[in-house]
Nanobody, 124 residues
Framework: QVALVESGGGLVQPGGSLRLSCAAS????????TGWFRQAPGKEREVVAAINWTGRSTYYADSGKGRFTISRDNAKNTVYLQMNSLKPEDTAVYYCAARLDSNWRVNHKEYNYWGQGTQVTVSS
């Protein structure tokens, strides 16, 4: 009923920036919170940031705090992740996820819908 598509990934040099987008399609029946997660090869999926339906409450993992900013535009059914001062350790596949509730969670198991992911590679 809800489909998510990520975009904006790519190759960037250390210290550079990327802006990821997560567009939702399908019938939106409920308010939904959105999270960004990432998974590097050989590692478990980890939360990056999350945002509630109104955009007035956000969460940032320590890994990206001060460098990443999550936002949303509900008129466009789109959530963004602005990533600045990127480091090689940020290299991963980034996924957006939605849960049919206004409030965010940090556990990936509490999200109902997932995008296919977009690759972010930070390398010189």
């Amino acid at each position: 009923q809800v489909a998510l598509v990520e975009s904006g990934g790519g190759l960037v040099q250390p210290g550079g920036s990327l802006r990821l987008s997560c567009a939702a399609s399908g019938r939106i029946v409920n308010s939904y919170a959105t999270g960004w997660f990432r998974q590097a090869p050989g590692k478990e999926r980890e939360v990056v940031a999350a945002i509630n339906w109104t955009g007035r409450s956000t969460y940032y993992a320590d890994s990206g705090k001060g460098r990443f900013t999550i936002s949303r535009d509900n008129a466009k059914n789109t959530v963004y992740l602005q990533m600045n001062s990127l480091k090689p350790e940020d290299t991963a596949v980034y996924y957006c996820a939605a849960r049919l509730d206004s409030n965010w969670r940090v556990n990936h198991k509490e999200y109902n819908y997932w995008g296919q992911g977009t690759q972010v590679t930070v390398s010189s």
